[in-house]
Structures are given as structure tokens and as C-alpha cells.
């Protein structure tokens, strides 16, 4: 069973950073596509954005393209979520999946096999 784990949440102010930590027990993480997701309140989850097995390639949602950038290092089993120009818009719970195979669709959250309980950001404006 894969476990996943994130940190880094906390509160920001509107135009300031965090970075987010997704570790996980799986020994071949490399083998392993991952993505972030987050939820607002009253909200359904939505796609942050993807990184491939090897970190070469990365995928974003429209909202945080410019801003937000996914990396990984798959020696200590860990993807990151760099977060910069924050709005009040982006304060939601964050989570971190992992896909057993390809996703079909990386936007799709039921392509994604594991979770992580997720991380809370709030930006306050």
C-alpha cells in the first residue's frame, strides 16, 4: 500500500510563497506519474497540475500556469509544488496522487490510484 504525505501548508499573504512536499513510501517512486490536486470549500477537486516519471516533463492548470511549478527527486521518493504570486483564489486543501499507469486524462482525478490526506493553504488577500 502506498502512502503519501504532505506539508508545507500554512497561511500566506496575497503575492507570497509556499512550497509544498509530497513524500511517499513507495520505493519505486520513479516508476510512478504524480500529481497535485487541490479542493476549496464547496468545491470539487480540480487538477493543479502533473509531473512525468522522470521530471522532464511537468503539465499545469491554466490558473496557476506562470506560477506554480511541480519538480521531483525521485532519490528520496519526494515531488514539490513551488507556489509564487499566491491569490486568495488558490487557498484550498492540497493534494498530492499517484498514478499506478499513465492517466488517461492527467486532469482527471480517478486516473490517480493513491492520496495523501492533503495540506491546508490559505491566502489571505
Known amino acids: 500500500q502506498v502512502q503519501l504525505v504532505e506539508s508545507g501548508g500554512g497561511v500566506v499573504q496575497a503575492g507570497g510563497s509556499l512550497r509544498l512536499s509530497c513524500a511517499a513510501s513507495?520505493?519505486?517512486?520513479?516508476?510512478?506519474?504524480m500529481g497535485w490536486f487541490r479542493q476549496a470549500p464547496g468545491k470539487a477537486r480540480g487538477f493543479v497540475g502533473a509531473i512525468s516519471l522522470s521530471g522532464g516533463d511537468t503539465y499545469y492548470a491554466d490558473s496557476v500556469k506562470g506560477r506554480f511549478t511541480i519538480s521531483r527527486d525521485n532519490a528520496k521518493n519526494t515531488m514539490y509544488l513551488q507556489m509564487n504570486g499566491l491569490k486568495p483564489d488558490d487557498t484550498a486543501v492540497y493534494y498530492c496522487?499517484?498514478?499506478?499507469?499513465?492517466?488517461?486524462?492527467?486532469?482527471?482525478?480517478?486516473?490517480?490510484?493513491?492520496w495523501g490526506p492533503g495540506t491546508q493553504v490559505a491566502v489571505s488577500a
Open positions: 496522487a499517484l498514478a499506478k499507469r499513465l492517466p488517461r486524462i492527467l486532469s482527471t482525478a480517478s486516473d490517480y490510484d493513491y
Open positions: 513507495e520505493p519505486t517512486f520513479s516508476f510512478y506519474f
